[in-house]
């Protein structure tokens, strides 16, 4: 089956900084790319999709592309606010109609 | 607005009672899932739904029950089988041919004592 792994938080960084949160994956064929947000008390929602190698998915300012090569699907954000501060999910796609999630990666962002 | 929801945001309930969770869809999607997450966890799946009255275990569905009589509606029932139950609880839906792009409910924070 798939796996998935975020690099550990939390991730604590200064308003205006650049954001880099890394997430490789394990998957048989070519599975889609998924970015889920989770902001405090709240169910997750999704930030951004990749469905093919080199594709670039973006939203609010967040991007990740697709790296075929290197079964990684990073997330960065040139300058956080603290609007950002939530948990953020890498979720690849599977063959049982379920996606994988990856443990998330919490963002705290200071003023 | 289209979206799901949840109920109660927070419930509590005594040890060896069962509670239902409900979760409630307007999208009409198919698909319907239940997740579990505790603190400092990933999403673990509990049940899934891909068509009415059909559902299917996921990966820790011991001491849960869930049913699907209707698209738009999936409550999950914790039993006091379930040894450790608090936990936040989350629902989500999907439509068919894009299974893996989940729409969630808010959540509900279940608290046994």
């Known amino acids: 089956g798939n796996s998935v792994t975020q690099m550990e938080g939390p991730v604590t960084l200064s308003e205006e900084a650049f954001l880099t949160i890394n997430c490789t994956y394990t998957a048989t064929g070519y599975p889609s790319l998924f970015w889920y947000v989770q902001y405090p008390g709240e169910g997750l929602q999704l930030l951004l999709k990749a469905t093919k190698a080199d594709d670039k998915g973006s939203n609010k300012g967040f991007e990740a592309t697709y790296r075929k090569e290197t079964t990684s699907f990073h997330l960065e954000k040139g300058s956080v606010q603290v609007s950002d501060s939530a948990v953020y999910f890498c979720a690849p796609s599977g063959g049982s109609y379920i996606p994988t999630f990856g443990r998330g990666t919490s963002l705290i962002v200071h003023p | 607005d289209g979206g799901i929801t949840q109920s109660p945001k927070y419930l509590f309930r005594k040890e060896g009672q069962n509670v239902t969770l409900s979760c409630e869809q307007n999208l009409n999607h198919d698909a319907m899932y239940w997740y579990r997450q505790d603190p400092g966890q990933g999403l673990r799946l509990i049940y899934y739904s891909q068509i009415v009255n059909d559902f299917q275990k996921g990966d820790i569905a011991e001491g849960y029950s869930v049913s699907r009589e209707k698209k738009e509606s999936f409550p999950l029932t914790v039993t006091s089988a379930q040894k450790n139950p608090t936990a936040f609880y989350l629902c989500?839906?999907?439509?068919?041919?894009?299974?893996?792009?989940?729409?969630f409910g808010p959540g509900t924070r279940l608290t046994v004592t």
């Open positions: 989500a839906s999907s439509k068919e041919g894009d299974f893996y792009e989940q729409y």
